[in-house]
């Protein structure tokens, strides 16, 4: 869900940015074809950076992290 006025992050933003090497690799696969799936599960089990990275690397890019106002104990 977009906010008006703003953009969202997109896929994979992060990982190019950083030239992250199985970024790069997946970059010269085929989406879906096999050997891509095979390379993409180290992103899953294996990502390179740490979280602290991702949410640094969103803020210096001047991404917010927002959610809806909880109102009457529902998100």
Known sequence: MSIEGFIDYKR?????????????????????????????????TDCKYTTWQFHHWLIEKGYLIVRPRDEGGKI
């Open 12 to 44: 994979r933003e992060f990982c190019n940015d950083v030239k992250c090497p199985v970024q790069v690799e997946l970059n010269k696969l085929e989406s879906g074809s096999e050997d891509y799936e095979q390379v993409r599960k180290t992103c899953s």
